[in-house]
């Protein structure tokens, strides 16, 4: 179906001159064979003058709205899981669908760096994959999908096929789905209660966003095929009548983070830079918007409010895996309110919101004030946002760049409540905000230190997108600081790992997380290495108790770090299941840490972990001293 074809209110005509699109998105998708539109002149063109429908199913003709009457379930049909009946024409005439737009020369696909195989487009970018082939989302059957082709990503093949799928009817909830595994890390969407009333209530302004969602919850559940919902919610951001409002922020920001976990940055930033063209023309970034356009729903204004902070923390955590300085929303005014609590934005008891201005005085407070989960994430987005140029330039250890910045680390610490510490709440179930904004900090922490530590990155590790590039680490004061910065490294990579140890699936964390996971296990990968390796070196003595006790924190912290090595590569492994970049990630990381543990069988990697850990164990017994730096870290680590 001709993505032109895709309409909700005939009326609407959009007006390019509202908003500046990235008129590229096109261009830059078609390169990579995937199906976006910008809304060209032509299109626009073309949809006034669309090709009329013969006739409307019943359904939507009972509720007075627009049909494509496509064959053998209309679009809204299939968005809103309706039966699908046509009678038969009364003016005897037989229906035909909307002709398919003629693929022309120049739309030839080419290759992404992040897909290997892609699809072919046709002229007006739409997808090839046959829309009418999508069966009723509940309650379906399905024996093939029309597509020939499948995404794949280095080293591993997607975990599910469209054509693997087996002929079966089931009963598939893709909007619980959505709600049970990813909006809890990303909960900026209504409540499940208030959209399933605004779907009955007013169903139009949700079309947009709908098949993302279901494209998203299809991605965690085996039985269902994604590619097809991924088609239909492709030719449905690409479409010319895309309104101008706060869903369709909320639809392109989740589908550029679906995108991107599914190992596709480039395409991903597409879509993110649409959403924040569209939320700056709304004025998104200031405080009025919420309350103009939350139609008096307190709940609805949240979801704004919420929006907005998501677009302004995928837009920071995309420029920072693809190790960039800067991004978009840095330097952007915003005073837009604080969310509050993920319970009671649930609930529809929306308290009144704190600021960040009452937030940066908490020092202040008389009475210590708890602020939300998202408060402390966001937060921990701001500190990424001003010291992203910092992480990836060169400085002296001492700089005072680096002690401000690590400064921040320590006071964001520093004034978390109690409440905020303990990440598993009181009934056993875990805070994915503050999971995530944990897992941030300690993470920046790494980035910051690790240059300047005892850990350097290994030239492997570069085979990994997640490795960003290692700054000058020659100084006449670097040696006077390795300690210190080797502690505080160690120190971040530890508790990264050990985040995925509480309680919970795996899966259920943001995916965005795999990147730091990557980058964590790597560290640690390095740090066995440095243990292993540093044990045995100085001059045997005769009483060396001392001596014995460091090696034996050397070795302990070897054997420890070997097993968050273990824990990390494990909660990789979870997320291979569902997202391509969990796939690729995990065999970079693997790759790495065979080659700098153990080699890998084949001459590749000398194992000097390994044979550094039996020099060390050695040593126990033997009084050989270890050498005073790695002395120094072991003593600050293991005490």
């Known amino acids: 179906m001709d993505s032109s074809q895709f309409f909700l209110d005939p009326n609407f ?61 209309c679009t809204r049909c299939q968005l809103y899981d309706k039966t699908c009946v046509y009678t038969k024409s009364r003016r005897g005439g037989s229906h035909k669908a909307p002709p398919a737009s003629t693929p022309t020369p120049d739309a030839e696909p080419k290759t992404s760096p992040h897909t290997q195989t892609q699809t072919p487009v046709s002229a007006s970018r739409t997808s090839s994959i046959d829309i009418d082939s999508i069966s009723k989302i509940s309650s379906w059957e399905m024996t093939s999908c029309h597509t020939s082709k499948t995404r794949t990503f280095p080293e591993f093949s997607p975990t599910f096929s469209p054509l693997e799928v087996p002929s079966r009817k089931q009963d598939v909830d893709l909007l619980a789905t959505y709600y049970e595994f990813f909006n809890n890390a990303h909960p900026l969407v209504l409540p499940r209660r208030q959209l399933q009333a605004r779907m009955r209530s007013n169903p139009s302004s949700l079309e947009y966003l709908i098949p993302v969602m279901n494209y998203i919850g299809s991605v965690y559940h085996p039985e269902v095929p994604s590619a097809p919902l991924l088609a239909l919610a492709e030719q449905t951001l690409s479409s010319s009548t895309l309104p101008i409002d706060g869903f369709s922020v909320q639809a392109l920001t989740l589908f550029a983070l679906a ?72 330097n952007v005014d915003m005073n837009v309110d604080l969310p509050c609590e993920d319970a009671e934005y649930e609930s529809g008891i929306i308290p009144t919101p704190h600021t960040f201005a009452q937030y940066d005085s908490r020092e202040f407070l008389e009475q210590e004030i708890t602020f939300s989960s998202l408060t402390y994430l966001l937060d921990s987005i701001r500190i990424l946002s001003d010291t992203m140029s910092i992480i990836h330039s060169p400085h002296e250890p001492g ?30 179930s875990v805070d994915e905000t503050m999971f995530f904004a944990h897992l941030i900090v300690n993470t920046e922490k790494l980035l910051l230190h690790r240059p300047y530590s005892h850990i350097p990155y290994s030239p492997l590790e570069t085979r990994s997108k997640c490795t960003p590039l290692e700054t000058t680490r020659d100084s006449r004061t670097l040696q006077q600081s390795l300690a210190m910065h080797t502690a505080k490294a160690l120190e971040a990579l530890s508790t990264s790992i050990t985040l995925f140890a509480l309680p919970g699936d ?10 730091a996971l990557a980058l964590a296990v790597m560290a640690q990968v390095g740090a066995c290495r440095w243990y292993g390796s540093g044990c045995g070196v100085g001059k045997r003595g005769r009483d060396g108790k001392e001596e014995r006790e460091r090696d034996e924190r050397r070795e302990r912290g070897y054997r420890e770090g070997r097993d968050r090595v273990r824990l990390g590569l494990g909660a990789l492994r979870a997320g291979t299941k569902v997202w391509g970049l969990a796939r690729r990630s995990l065999g970079e990381v693997v790759g790495v840490a065979r080659e700098l543990l153990v080699g890998d069988g084949n001459g590749n990697g000398d194992g000097s972990g390994v044979t550094g850990l039996r020099r060390c164990e050695e040593s126990v017994g033997m009084g050989v001293t270890s050498s005073v730096a790695g002395s120094e870290v072991s003593e600050m680590v293991m005490r």
């Open 13 to 73: 005509e959009f007006d390019p001159s509202l908003v500046e699109f990235p008129l590229d998105i096109g261009q830059a998708q078609m390169q990579s064979g995937e199906a976006i539109d910008a809304g060209s002149g032509s299109q626009q063109t073309k949809l006034r003058s669309r090709i009329r429908a013969s006739r409307a199913c019943i359904a939507c003709r009972s509720r007075h709205m627009k049909c494509d009457s496509v064959e053998p379930v």
């Open 259 to 330: 995108r991107h976990c599914s190992d596709e940055y480039s395409i991903a930033e597409k879509y993110v830079d649409k959403a924040i063209d569209i939320a700056l023309a709304l004025g998104m970034n200031l405080p009025d918007f919420a309350e103009d356009f939350g139609e008096g729903d307190a709940i609805l204004q949240e979801s704004w409010r919420r929006t907005w902070w998501l677009l302004f923390t995928i837009d920071g955590l995309f420029a920072t895996i693809s190790h960039y300085c800067t991004h978009r929303l840095q």
């Open 399 to 428: 700089d005072k760049a680096l002690t401000s910045t690590d400064a921040k680390f320590v006071n964001w610490f520093l004034y978390l409540p109690n409440s905020k510490r303990e990440i598993v709440r009181p009934d056993g």
């Open 506 to 515: 795996n899966v259920m964390h943001s995916p965005v997380a795999t990147c």
